[in-house]
Nanobody, 123 residues
């Protein structure tokens, strides 16, 4: 059974940084592409970043490009989201998700999800 557990969320000031982690178990991690999504209150879940199985391909939402970096450590079964220059509009619950091999922008393409971690950015 696939389990994804996010950590690292919390409160940050605008302009600050946070690093999210997502630890995977019950899965051959190196066979899976990983994505980060977020959902703010009253809004739909939206794509943030994704990385393919090897880490050789990444993609980002325009709203976070240049500020967020996704990476993975296949030896540790963990994917990371380094968030810098945080803005109040980054406030949301952040979810990691897994799918086979190739990355996707669409939540519906990911069969496996974590429970989410809250990120709150104060102005």
């Amino acid at each position: 059974q696939v389990q994804l557990v996010e950590s690292g969320g919390g409160l940050a000031q605008a302009g600050g940084s946070l690093r999210l982690s997502c630890a995977a178990s019950g899965v051959t991690f190196k066979n899976f592409a990983m994505g980060w999504f977020r959902q703010a209150p009253g809004k739909e879940r939206e794509f943030v970043a994704a990385i393919n199985w090897s880490g050789g391909s990444t993609d980002y939402a325009d709203s976070v490009k240049g500020r967020f970096t996704i990476s993975r450590d296949n030896a540790k079964n963990t994917v990371y989201l380094q968030m810098s220059s945080l803005k109040p509009e980054d406030t949301a619950v952040y979810y990691c998700a897994a799918r086979g091999f190739t990355l996707s922008f669409f939540p519906k393409d990911y069969p496996h999800w974590g429970q989410g971690t809250q990120v709150t950015v104060s102005s």
